[in-house]
């Protein structure tokens, strides 16, 4: 499975912003895709994911709100709407993709990652 990014972009403090993640390859194996982001100094954290088969969707508290998640199963594409972005938003933004039907946080339970694109919030 191969995922790619697209989207991101430098705005100010208040702006909305779409990420899309294009998933190829073995999609039938990915049962729920997602987001995580590492802001400089930190560590990779969960934002949202979304289960294909059904639409369930999960998000961190911290956007809970402010960004929706949904999915387009026919092109294998997620998107993460981001509205109201505040600069604690700036971050790399990472499309991930996982096998299992369960729903998880860690990072290391998500077996394909695609390439990071970057979110720049300024104040």
């Known amino acids: 499975v191969q995922l790619q990014a697209s989207g991101g972009g430098l705005v100010q403090a208040g702006d909305s912003l779409s990420l899309s993640c294009a998933a190829s390859g073995r999609t039938f194996t990915i049962h729920h895709m997602g987001w995580f982001r590492q802001a400089p100094g930190k560590e990779r954290e969960f934002v949202a994911s979304?289960?294909?088969?059904?639409?369930?969707?999960y998000y961190t508290d911290s956007v809970k709100g402010r960004f929706t998640i949904s999915r387009d199963n026919a092109k294998s594409t997620v998107y993460l709407q981001m509205n109201s972005l505040k600069p604690e938003d700036t971050a790399v933004y990472y499309c991930v993709a996982r096998t299992s039907v369960i729903f998880t946080t860690h990072a290391a339970r998500y077996q394909h990652w695609g390439q990071g694109t970057q979110v720049t919030v300024s104040s």
């Open positions: 979304i289960r294909l088969s059904g639409g369930d969707t």
